[in-house]
């Protein structure tokens, strides 16, 4: 389903690009990106929107819903390198790169917009500094990578999953979609083990666990953190990966 785009709805991604710019944006800056021709696209859950081997001729921004980045071996397992929530813009390494070499989902229902690459040239070069934050987004979504390698690689799964609830909580709330640290969570335990490396049994235990700690609460796919620098403490988790100004997302 596409459709049009209305300028309110364009608030999460203002929001993300405010939020990692060095630098205030103009109001000529900031029209251009509302003015960005958008192909608004709803996607049901686990949809590809882009495939591994694609070589496509735009790229998209999240509006609403969260949308994960992975890649699969030959023998089906899946794993998930980083989740996209409202604001971002997960493949604008296309604007570089001739073929892609992940596959970015979604994970429950998500909307999206498409833009050409050529509209996103034409802004770049009329407006240079979008061009720098873009290059910055980049480098945080990179950033991010290396952080799952650890914490995948070296934390146990308490820690995984408290510092996976953290960076969900701190990038939702820097566009506004973490009020009182409460945000929607879609992702299935299947997804989550996906995720973290672990098993779906796992991630039940898991769960369960920091409940028990009463860190969290996980009702109806929504999370709840109770306890923010208990939740913070358990998972080591400190922000300056995510390259935010507004870190806490109270």
Same mark, same amino acid.
């Given at each position: 389903?596409?459709?049009?785009?209305?300028?309110?709805?364009?608030?999460?991604?203002?929001?993300?690009?405010?939020?990692?710019?060095?630098?205030?944006?103009?109001?000529?800056?900031?029209? %251009?990106?509302?003015?960005?021709?958008?192909?608004?696209?709803?996607?049901?859950?686990?949809?590809?929107?882009?495939?591994?081997?694609?070589?496509?001729?735009?790229?998209?921004?999240?509006?609403?819903?969260?949308?994960?980045?992975?890649?699969?071996?030959?023998?089906?397992?899946?794993?998930?390198? %980083?989740?996209?929530?409202?604001?971002?813009?997960?493949?604008?390494?296309?604007?570089?790169?001739?073929?892609?070499?992940?596959?970015?989902?979604?994970?429950?229902?998500?909307?999206?917009?498409?833009?050409?690459?050529?509209?996103?040239? %034409?802004?770049?070069?009329?407006?240079?500094?979008?061009?720098?934050?873009? #290059?910055?987004?980049?480098?945080?979504? %990179?950033?991010?990578?290396?952080? #799952?390698?650890?914490?995948?690689?070296?934390?146990?799964?308490?820690?995984?999953?408290?510092?996976?609830?953290?960076?969900?909580?701190?990038?939702?709330?820097?566009?506004?979609? /973490?009020?009182?640290?409460?945000?929607?969570?879609?992702?299935?335990?299947?997804?989550?083990?996906? /995720?973290?490396?672990?098993?779906?049994?796992?991630?039940?235990?898991?769960?369960?666990?920091?409940?028990?700690?009463?860190?969290?609460?996980?009702?109806?796919?929504?999370?709840?953190?109770?306890? #923010?620098?208990?939740?913070?403490?358990?998972?080591?988790?400190?922000?300056?990966?995510?390259?935010?100004?507004?870190?806490?997302?109270?």
């Amino acid at each position: 389903m596409t459709g049009t785009l209305k300028q309110t709805d364009m608030h999460p991604f203002v929001r993300k690009i405010e939020s990692i710019a060095l630098f205030a944006l103009t109001d000529d800056e900031r029209a %251009a990106l509302l003015a960005l021709p958008l192909q608004m696209t709803q996607f049901e859950a686990y949809q590809d929107i882009v495939r591994e081997g694609d070589s496509p001729a735009r790229c998209f921004a999240v509006f609403d819903g969260i949308a994960c980045t992975y890649k699969t071996t030959l023998g089906g397992k899946r794993q998930v390198m %980083a989740y996209h929530v409202a604001g971002d813009i997960p493949d604008i390494q296309s604007l570089h790169l001739k073929v892609l070499d992940i596959s970015i989902g979604t994970v429950g229902p998500c909307r999206v917009g498409f833009v050409q690459h050529d509209a996103v040239r %034409a802004l770049l070069r009329a407006f240079p500094r979008l061009g720098d934050t873009l #290059w910055r987004a980049t480098l945080i979504d %990179a950033a991010i990578v290396r952080e #799952w390698m650890l914490n995948t690689g070296r934390r146990d799964a308490y820690a995984r999953m408290a510092h996976l609830f953290c960076e969900l909580i701190t990038r939702l709330g820097v566009v506004g979609l /973490a009020p009182d640290r409460t945000c929607e969570l879609p992702m299935i335990q299947p997804e989550l083990a996906d /995720a973290l490396g672990i098993t779906p049994v796992h991630v039940n235990r898991t769960i369960r666990d920091l409940k028990a700690a009463g860190l969290i609460t996980l009702r109806s796919r929504r999370l709840t953190v109770h306890d #923010w620098d208990g939740l913070m403490a358990a998972a080591e988790f400190d922000p300056t990966y995510l390259h935010v100004t507004d870190r806490d997302p109270a």
